[in-house]
């Protein structure tokens, strides 16, 4: 199976699913694949969902058994799942796992006089994963531009006797006659038909989408956005997705005070031009099974290697009373604690991030480089932006990959103020990382003011002190003896320069002529100095009695 790339596994069976995924396919796999799971209301990688109504005291979906739990476990850690797209995806859940809306319900396909038995053919009725019968309503065929509709919401959908209904009834709570939105909240006066559903949504301005079974809003979701409504949700761990498309996003249900006549009014007139005809052609490829596959894929081995289409950018409006400030994370190095390895997992895990809210300026060559944001702060003083007198470059303890006078400094700090402005405009979170910022000399008053409107998080790492004192001084040998930087061999390279050994370069060993093997020793022996002089001149401070 080495040429398979993506697998669709169906939870039509039940939880049994993930242990013929775990038990049949891993073990044939022979490189990595994108896992996609759905077609059913359990939850992953958590199951929290009843399935329906209780009967006999049971859930029509019961919790994964320790099998199954373990199986879940292998999907996760294996190294052939390179990421897993899941249906009904709930917190907490490992960052290998991304968010896959379930879009519209086939069931409701199968009314679109194709033919006259009611029985689903996904040749007959789907097109590009959207219901036949729908696409000449997500085509505007007589419908009144949302702007022009009245200001009121849809509020219905069953409620059943299940801990998965808990949303709904306090939905419907707050739509009741005397409730506290009944104001803008309407209902279809009876029982109807999925077409007639379409049509009473296509009158209105927004739709509140408590999820039922699952953990998902849709289908209800995707067809108001099909009848030009503004579907509201709830946050969730499929707000990766879901912030791809016009909804509006709330922290929950159960607080009156998210909804006002006057929140709607701003909300659909800072959406309405996502609804317009000439968007019209971009609404429509986000509804389709084609956007979505090819989003999914995006990041990894699976994906096209000439993309067809730019990723998506947001069209949510996050309106979580909740939510406080984009983040910004700043990993601050110090230098020699495994920085380049973080920038490149960065780099690595970019899509993910995104998924998560987070942009990553910056990558390059596999791996996020700020460097030139870090001597733009180095080298400049605010507010003349005149060069620091005080640097001398050449006496850097950790010379930076950048010197004042490079053109791309400026242009990288430019970059990077672009960056957080656009992030912060769209409300979206950072990810920002250099040992750099490290340095006495960097001015980070400047970068704490770019980021001043963010939830700033300042990250330092730690390293054993004896590991790290050594690659310090591995670090500054490859310096002074012009070796190679950060490649752990600076010490033995200094021995075969002392040995004199065949095949060493000896004008790269040029600089020990002028010092005596004593002085180029005490580069290396301050800290054996330092750890042995207390013990020598006193080995034994606290000599314990004999017994």
């Known amino acids: 199976m080495s040429s398979i790339s993506t697998i669709f596994v169906s939870l039509c069976i039940g939880h049994t699913a993930v242990d013929i995924t775990a038990e049949k396919i891993l073990p044939i796999l022979k490189s990595p694949v994108v896992l996609f799971t759905g077609s059913r209301d359990i939850t992953l990688p958590l199951q929290r969902t009843c399935g329906g109504d209780i009967v006999d005291g049971h859930c029509k979906y019961g919790d994964y058994t320790a099998r199954q739990k373990r199986s879940i476990r292998a999907i996760i850690e294996s190294p052939m799942i390179e990421r897993w797209n899941a249906e009904n995806l709930v917190s907490p859940h490992p960052t290998k796992m991304a968010p896959m ?13 194709v033919r006259k038995v009611n029985t689903f053919d996904a040749e007959a009725d789907l097109e590009w994963g959207v219901c036949s019968n729908v696409w000449k309503t997500i085509r505007g065929a007589g419908s009144v531009p949302l702007l022009e509709r009245p200001l009121v919401m849809a509020c219905s959908g069953h409620v059943r006797d299940s801990p998965d209904y808990d949303h709904r009834r306090a939905l419907a709570s707050h739509c009741a006659e005397n409730g506290p939105w009944s104001s803008f909240a309407i209902a279809p006066q009876e029982e109807t038909d999925f077409e007639k559903f379409l049509t009473f949504l296509s009158g209105t301005s927004f739709t509140a989408c408590a999820h039922g079974g699952g953990s998902d809003p849709a289908p209800k979701a995707f067809e108001a956005i099909a009848a030009g409504s503004i579907p509201i949700i709830t946050s969730s761990a499929l707000d990766g997705a879901y912030r791809k498309l016009p909804v ?3 922290d929950s249900w159960d607080d009156a005070s998210a909804l006002t006549e006057e929140n709607l009014a701003a909300w659909r007139e800072q959406l309405a031009p996502h609804f317009e005809k000439v968007r019209r052609t971009e609404l429509e490829r986000r509804l389709t099974l084609d956007f979505w596959y090819s989003e999914s894929l995006r990041g990894t081995s699976a994906a096209p290697a000439a993309p067809t289409s730019k990723e998506a950018d947001d069209w949510w409006i996050d309106a979580r009373a909740l939510k406080r400030a984009p983040m910004a994370v700043l990993h601050v190095g110090p230098h020699k604690m495994g920085s380049s390895s973080i920038q490149a997992g960065i780099a690595t895990f970019k899509y993910e991030l995104a ?8 990558i390059k060559s596999g791996r996020q480089r700020l460097g030139a944001v870090a001597a733009q702060l180095r080298c400049f003083h605010k507010p003349s932006h005149t060069v620091n007198a005080t640097i001398n470059e050449s006496n ?3 010379p930076s990959p950048m010197l004042c006078k490079d053109k791309d400094v400026r242009a990288g700090w430019k970059n990077l103020l672009r960056a957080v402005e656009q992030a912060h405009s769209r409300g ?9 910022f490290d340095l006495p000399e960097v001015d980070l008053e400047q970068l704490a003011e770019a980021l001043h409107d963010f939830n700033l998080t300042t990250v330092v790492m730690l390293r054993p002190f004896f590991s790290w004192i050594g690659s310090i001084h591995g670090q500054v040998a490859g310096r002074d003896l012009r070796g190679v930087r950060n490649s752990g061999q600076d010490v033995h390279y200094l021995l075969q320069c002392v040995a004199e050994e065949e095949g060493v370069e000896k004008a790269a060993c040029g600089t020990l002529k002028d010092k005596p093997l004593s ?4 580069q290396y022996t301050p800290l054996v100095d330092w750890l042995t002089e207390a013990t020598i001149a006193n080995p034994n401070p606290n000599p314990q009695p004999s017994p």
């Open 101 to 113: 809306p379930l879009g519209f319900f086939p069931a409701h396909c199968q009314n679109d006089g």
């Open 248 to 250: 509006v996003v709330i």
């Open 355 to 362: 998924k998560d809210g987070f942009d990553v300026p910056g």
């Open 396 to 398: 850097l303890l950790f």
């Open 428 to 436: 979206r979170s950072l990810m920002l990382s250099t040992e750099d």
């Open 519 to 522: 002085e180029v020793a005490e």
